[in-house]
């Protein structure tokens, strides 16, 4: 089994898109109206929040399913993934958002 075979499920390029989506959606609004510190969270927050705990679940299936069948294609796509969440949380925690 190839890695290109085992990142067309879902299991596999859904924990690499979510945190991708949620790098592009900070960097934007970073880009356009800048960095607030208000009381008010907002939606972005929440939803970064919620994934951030699902994240976890997410790498932890993948690895659970894949290790066992290919271990060497599953650990370079969990190393993807866990750059990708990675990066993620980067501009998070880089403008302290």
Same mark, same amino acid.
């Given at each position: 089994? *190839? /890695? @290109?075979?085992?990142?067309?499920?879902?299991?596999? $390029?859904?924990?690499?898109?979510?945190?991708?989506?949620?790098? @592009?959606?900070?960097? *934007?609004?970073? *880009?356009?109206? !800048?960095?607030? #510190? &208000?009381?008010?969270? !907002? /939606?972005?927050? #929440?939803?970064?929040? @919620? $994934?951030?705990?699902?994240? %976890?679940?997410?790498? !932890? &299936?993948?690895?659970? *399913?894949?290790? %066992?069948?290919?271990?060497?294609?599953?650990?370079?796509? @969990?190393?993807?993934?866990?750059?990708?969440?990675?990066?993620?949380?980067? %501009?998070?925690?880089?403008?302290?958002?």
């Amino acid at each position: 089994m *190839t /890695v @290109l075979s085992i990142l067309k499920r879902p299991g596999a $390029w859904v924990p690499i898109a979510i945190p991708l989506a949620f790098f @592009l959606y900070v960097m *934007t609004v970073v *880009t356009f109206i !800048g960095v607030s #510190h &208000s009381q008010d969270e !907002g /939606v972005g927050a #929440h939803l970064f929040q @919620l $994934w951030l705990v699902s994240e %976890p679940f997410l790498l !932890g &299936s993948f690895a659970v *399913t894949w290790l %066992p069948r290919a271990p060497r294609q599953a650990l370079i796509i @969990l190393a993807l993934q866990v750059l990708a969440a990675l990066a993620g949380c980067f %501009p998070v925690f880089y403008f302290r958002l």
